[in-house]
C-alpha cells in the first residue's frame, strides 16, 4: 500500500465538514465549481488534487498551505514528520544517477557492509527493519541499505563519501574499483 496516499486517507477520515468545506473554499482556484459540489469527503478532495498534480508525494507545499489555513496543526506536524522520514522527496533531491557504484559495492562487500553503513552515519534501528525485512539475502539487505542512506541523504549521498568511508573500513580494494 502507498504510504503518502495512506496518509491522506488519514487526512481525509480525521476532517470534520466545516474543515472539508473550509479546503473546498480555498480551492475554488485550482477545481472547477462544479466538480467542488460533487466533493462530499476529503478523500474524494485529495483524489482531484492528485489528478491535477496540484498535489504529488513529492510535492505536498499546497497540502501543507491548506492545513495550515483549517488550523490543522496537528495534520501538518503529521505530514512534516512524513517528509522529513524520507517518504516524500522531490525527485531534484535524488542522488546524480552517475553517482551510483551500487553495482560494485554490491558485487564486493559481504558481511561486513553493515560497518560500511555505520561509517556512513546509517541509523542501527533502520538497519534492523531492513535485515528483517530480508532475513536470508545478503546482497539484498546492503542493496536497500544504500538505497535508503541515498534517500536519507539526497543530494548530499555522494560517491566520495562511499570511498572514505569504504577506506575507514579497511575495504580499500572495493574503494578502488568504486574509484575507477
Known sequence: MDPFLS?????SSSLTDRELSAMKFLCMDKIGKRKLEDVHTGGELFTILLE???????????LEELLR????????L???QFVDEGEVKAPEDQP???EKPMEVICDNVGRDWKMLMRKLDFC????DRIVEANPRDLREQLVQSLREWQRWRGRDAKVADLITALRGCGMNLVADRVEQ
Open 52 to 62: 491535477q498534480q496540484d498535489i504529488t508525494r513529492y510535492n505536498v507545499a499546497f
Open 69 to 76: 489555513n483549517i488550523k490543522r496543526e496537528d495534520l501538518l
Open 7 to 11: 496518509l491522506l486517507h488519514s487526512f
Open 78 to 80: 503529521k505530514l512534516k
Open 96 to 98: 546524480d544517477p552517475h
Open 124 to 127: 542501527d534501528v533502520k538497519m
